[in-house]
C-alpha cells in the first residue's frame, strides 16, 4: 500500500509520542530502592518499555515474586510526583493534525495504564486527535496483537490498511504479530539497526520526517 494511503495509524505513546523514559526509569529505579531492592540498569529498565507494568516488572524482578504488587503500587506513586519532565516530542501536534487532515484516523496502543494515559491525554492537549486507544489494562500485553486486533475491530480497518508506530522492538514485534505495516522512531528506547529487525517499511528520527513517510 502506498505509504499515504493508510486508513488508521497507531501509535504507541512513551517514547513515540512523549519523551517520558527518563521519568521511567527513574521511577522503577525508585520503587525498587523505596522496597530495598537493587533497581535494574538503565538498559534493561528501557528494554522492558511497551510491555504492561505487571509483566515488566516481572521481567526486572523476578526474584521478587511477592513484591509485585508493592513495586507496582510504588512506581504509580512516585510517577505522580516525579519532577522529570515529559514534553511531547517537536512536532507531534501539527503532524498529528496533518495526518488527520489528510484523512487519516488515528488511535493509541501503549502499555501505560488506563489512568496513566487518560491524564497525559489531557495534559498534553493530545485527546482530540485519538478516535480510539487501548492500554495495558484494556487488552493483552504487547507484544501480543491483541491490542491492535481491538482497534481494528472498533475502527472498521483492515490490517493492510493500518500501520504502528513506536520506538522499541516490542511495538515493532506486535505490528508484525499483527501482519501490520510499522514504522520505527529513534527518538525512545532503541535505535534504527534495533528497529530494522523487525522489518518496519521506515525508521525516522523526527516527526517531520515521519510526515514525510506518511504523506508525502
Known amino acids: 500500500m502506498a505509504s499515504n494511503q493508510y486508513k488508521l495509524v497507531i501509535f504507541d ?17 525508585c520503587s525498587a530502592q523505596s522496597l530495598n531492592i537493587a533497581p535494574p540498569s538503565d538498559t534493561a529498565i528501557k528494554n522492558i518499555i511497551g510491555l504492561s507494568l505487571e509483566k515488566a516488572m516481572e521481567v526486572l524482578f523476578p526474584s521478587y515474586p511477592t513484591k509485585q504488587t508493592a513495586l507496582i503500587n510504588a512506581y504509580k506513586a512516585h510517577y505522580k510526583v516525579d519532577p522529570t519532565p515529559t514534553p511531547v516530542f517537536d512536532d507531534v501536534a501539527n503532524v ?21 494515559l487518560e491524564r ?22 504487547k507484544p501480543s496483537p491483541d491490542m491492535l486486533y481491538q482497534l481494528l475491530a472498533e475502527l472498521g480497518v483492515s490490517a493492510n490498511e493500518a500501520v504502528m508506530i513506536g520506538d522499541t522492538q516490542i511495538d ?21 539497526q534495533q ?9 525516522v528520527d523526527s516527526y517531520q ?6 504523506i508525502g
Not at 495526518?99 to 484516523?105: D, S, T
Not at 488515528?106 to 495504564?113: N, S
Open 13 to 29: 505513546w512513551d517514547g513515540t509520542i512523549m519523551d517520558s523514559i527518563g521519568k521511567i526509569v527513574n521511577c522503577i529505579k
Open 96 to 116: 498529528l493534525n496533518a495526518l488527520k487532515q489528510n484523512g487519516a484516523v488515528l488511535a493509541i496502543a501503549t502499555g501505560k495504564g488506563r489512568d496513566g
Open 120 to 141: 497525559l491525554l489531557d495534559q498534553s492537549q493530545l485527546r482530540h486527535f485519538f478516535s480510539a486507544t487501548r492500554t495495558s489494562d484494556d487488552a493483552q500485553s
Open 172 to 192: 515493532m514485534a506486535m505490528g508484525r504479530a499483527a501482519n501490520m505495516d510499522r514504522i520505527g522512531v529513534t527518538m525512545g528506547v532503541h535505535n534504527a
Open 195 to 203: 528497529l530494522s529487525e523487525y522489518d518496519p517499511i521506515a525508521t
Open 209 to 214: 520526517q515521519l510526515q514525510q513517510v506518511l
